[in-house]
């Protein structure tokens, strides 16, 4: 086997807000090449954690890399740009634009003409409008949605909207992406077709950090589990240890140990 | 690939829009000559070239506040930057080139422009609004306050014609074309920034600031730089209107001003750049045009000439309907009254044809 190499190193974050703790000392790391989850009851700190890590919330203490490197004060867009990108809670497509565009705007990072090159349509903003073009079509067709391209994304189906903003995601070309409940209200065929794309991209190299509530799709592609409570770290491990730990079943079942 | 293509259309068709408009708007002299002169009782050109004045102000607003989502309720002090700018140059530096000028006049709008939008597009929405409203306020003060420079309320006067290389646009004709060509130019710019990278950047932190971000668009430099941007356009706008008024004071850069940007970007249609233009004619006319009623219709009462001094109450109304009504503006609303027309005539057709397969 290959040296398993450490993609995120997440150490003692804390976040506090006022007087409430929503992490507390939280540590882990992310190996290139898995699919790891975070899960835990509503309000166990998950999202907290993904806002962190992409640079929404700046932590109360502890320390993020990314690649070995530091990414604590860094911009969002910044952390994108190294190769860290989330898809939301609540689907967060842009209003107005079409399946395509909203892609197109995931390819920001790996492009760069600026309002003079644009403005006046310098050749070099062309060419570049034109791989944009390319290179979002291809990430459409990778999940499926080509058909869909000139259709306004907030006017899609849910579950398209869902593949939409990881299609979106996908265009940043990122070494890791951050899925914040991607199955919420997909349906159980959805469900599984959104299962073997995220199998699929992991073996193409992706390094995936899964928040979900489905623990049937949890159990089935996640090679290991982080669970969160109160904002603390109350058991972690490969699926089916994590399913039998008895402080995980206190704590979602709420029963007396 | 039949899927690429439509987009790729629209693009064409905008392009195509541009020139016809450009084409239209080029005739207009020739069309307001043959009119015999006393029909109309207004000087048609020499309300187009202010209206060309405001468009460039309202082109780069539409890019702010459209495309953008950010709110400026104060950009007649970059308007005003640009103008009092040419004209302290130009009257007070013997033989300065006023093309210069006017260079200078959007360069610095758009420096001042940079200095204010760092700390103010900090602030979002009510706050956004309040800031801006402030700084609008705070540059009429200082147009009337530091008077050893733009002269108080008196004003500057005896701004020379603009000249560029020799040629002199003294004639409301001649700086017609120039600031028709001028206003061509900024909406091609534009058209070409909101269909590329940067314009998808600006309507994405429009829809969701967070989203954007996360998605790898520098939302804080991209609202600075597009309110850098659409200051410069009001600079320019400022110093071309200099150089038509040959006289300014600060009365011609209140705060209803700012409001009056503000409204013809609404009226014709937030995020829609032909919308702008649209607003631009209406307003710079409507009120000429409530003017010249008395004389086109006897019997009005002639206090409509008086007009003027109720401009802001129309505004403020129109303010209020649009956002009530037609919050997408004229353009919106065009596109579908057109839409209706095409649905109506087709529905019309199909009970034709109904009619026909019924009789035989």
Redesign the interface.
């Known amino acids: 086997m290959m040296a398993a190499q450490t993609l995120l190193e997440i150490r003692n974050i804390t976040k506090q807000f006022g007087g409430l703790a929503a992490l507390k000392d939280v540590s882990f790391d992310v190996t290139a090449g898995e699919i790891k989850a975070m899960i835990g009851p509503n309000g166990a700190g998950k999202t907290t954690m993904f806002d962190v890590l992409t640079g929404i919330l700046s932590p109360t203490a502890g320390e993020v890399s990314l690649k070995g490197q530091s990414i604590i004060g860094l911009r969002p867009d910044e952390i994108t740009a190294m190769g860290m990108i989330r898809t939301f809670q609540t689907i967060q497509l842009f209003e107005g634009m079409t399946a395509l565009e909203n892609v197109m705007v995931g390819c920001h990072c790996r492009t760069r003409s600026g309002f003079i090159s644009s403005g006046l349509r310098l050749p070099a903003s062309r060419r570049e409008e034109k791989q944009i073009k390319e290179k979002a079509m291809a990430v459409l067709k990778d999940v499926g949605l080509h058909t869909r391209a000139n259709e306004i994304g907030t006017n899609l189906p849910y579950g398209q909207q869902r593949l939409l903003e990881l299609a979106r995601a996908l265009a940043s070309e990122p070494d890791i992406i951050l899925l914040d409940e991607p199955a919420a209200g997909l349906n159980q065929y959805e469900t599984g077709e959104l299962a073997t794309l995220l199998v699929r991209f992991r073996e193409r190299g992706l390094t995936i950090l899964i928040v979900e509530h489905d623990m049937g799709l949890v159990m089935q592609i996640s090679d290991e589990i982080v669970v969160l409570d109160y904002g603390e770290i109350i058991a972690r491990g490969a699926p089916q240890d994590v399913q039998n730990d008895p402080r995980v079943i206190e704590a979602y079942l709420g029963i007396e140990a | 690939m039949d899927?690429?293509a439509?987009?790729l259309d629209a693009d064409r068709r905008n392009y195509r829009t541009l020139a016809i408009v450009t084409a239209f708007i080029l005739l207009i002299p020739v069309w307001a000559r043959a009119i015999p002169g006393d029909v109309l009782h207004m000087d048609i050109v020499n309300i187009m070239v202010l209206a060309g004045i405001y468009a460039c102000v309202v082109v780069g607003l539409n890019l702010l506040v459209g495309y953008a989502g950010q709110i400026s309720l104060g950009h007649a002090a970059f308007f005003g930057i640009g103008a009092y700018t040419t004209a302290i140059l130009c009257t007070r530096v013997h033989g300065f080139p006023t093309w210069l000028g006017v260079l200078a006049g959007a360069a610095l709008s758009g420096a001042i422009g940079w200095l204010v939008g760092k700390p103010v597009l900090r602030l979002k929405g009510h706050y956004l609004a309040m800031a801006t409203l402030g700084l609008g306020e705070i540059a009429f003060i200082l147009f009337q306050q530091l008077k050893g420079l733009t002269g108080g309320t008196v004003g500057i006067m005896d701004i020379p014609p603009l000249s560029i290389f020799g040629l002199k646009f003294d004639t409301d004709l001649k700086l017609y074309f120039l600031v028709w060509v001028i206003v061509m130019a900024l909406m091609l710019?534009?058209i070409?920034?909101i269909r590329?990278?940067?314009?998808?950047?600006l309507?994405?932190l429009?829809?969701?600031e967070?989203?954007?971000?996360?998605?790898?668009?520098?939302?804080?430099s991209y609202k600075v730089?597009?309110f850098v941007?659409s200051a410069a356009f009001a600079g320019l706008g400022g110093a071309l209107f200099a150089h038509f008024q040959k006289y300014i004071n600060p009365e011609s850069f209140v705060i209803a001003i700012s409001i009056m940007f503000i409204t013809m970007v609404v009226v014709g249609g937030m995020?829609n750049i032909w919308g702008g233009l649209i607003g631009v004619l209406l307003l710079t006319f409507l009120p000429q045009v409530i003017q010249a009623l008395p004389q086109w219709i006897p019997g009005l009462p002639s206090g409509l000439q008086s007009f003027s001094n109720y401009e802001l109450v129309l505004y403020g109304l129109l303010l209020i309907l649009f956002m009530m009504f037609l919050p997408k503006g004229v353009a919106d609303g065009l596109g579908r009254a057109a839409d209706f027309g095409e649905i109506r005539a087709r529905h019309l057709r199909d009970r034709r044809n109904a009619k026909r397969l019924e009789g035989r």
Not at chain 2, 210 to 220: L, R
């Open positions: 899927k690429l439509r987009p710019l534009s070409n920034l590329t990278r940067v314009g998808r950047g309507r994405a429009h829809s969701s967070v989203a954007a971000d996360a998605m790898g668009v520098n939302t804080s730089q597009v941007l995020g």
